[in-house]
């Protein structure tokens, strides 16, 4: 009987933990869909050189490192492979703009995801004095 048993769990089981990425991308797709502009007092330093690995897919597109904006410092972001997670999705590398003695920086993202103003951003505009609509292209 246990035997039995262990038969039928076993394939509902897996069934069920094989859909556990799809149902976890699902749920970042939604959480992490806006990408945030941030500002920052300092400009970030130069792109490191990295080497490009082999390819793992031919849908996999290369993400080349770059300098991500974590909290109050310059984080590197070592170079990836990355597979888009939906569908005829381009890469949009960072950009960093110098404005009003600042550093805009306008994360790498994927096209499908929206951009907008993060906390500190906006929150820099307002103390400024800096029209919201200025700076945007």
């Known amino acids: 009987m246990q035997k039995k048993l262990g038969r039928m769990l076993l394939p509902a089981v897996l069934a069920i933990l094989s859909c556990a990425p799809v149902l976890a991308q699902v749920r970042l ?10 500002i920052a007092p300092e400009a970030p330093p130069p792109p490191r ?13 290369w993400i080349g490192g770059y300098w991500d904006r974590q909290d109050d410092r310059w ?7 990355e597979e888009p997670s939906q569908r005829g999705s381009l890469w949009v590398k960072p950009r960093y703009r110098a404005e009003s003695g600042a550093y805009r920086y306008e994360p790498g993202h994927w096209s499908h995801q929206r ?7 906006s929150r820099w505009h307002k103390d400024h004095g800096r ?3 200025e700076h945007h292209r």
């Not at 050189?49 to 597109?61: F, I, K, L, Q, Y």
């Not at 951009?115 to 951003?121: F, N, V």
């Open 75 to 81: 984080a590197w972001a070592p170079g990836r492979w």
């Open 131 to 133: 029209g919201h609509n």
């Open 29 to 38: 797709g939604v959480d992490l869909g806006a990408v945030r502009i941030r």
């Open 49 to 61: 050189m990295e080497r490009r690995t082999a390819r793992p897919s031919r849908a996999h597109v």
């Open 115 to 121: 951009m907008e103003e993060g906390e500190d951003y």
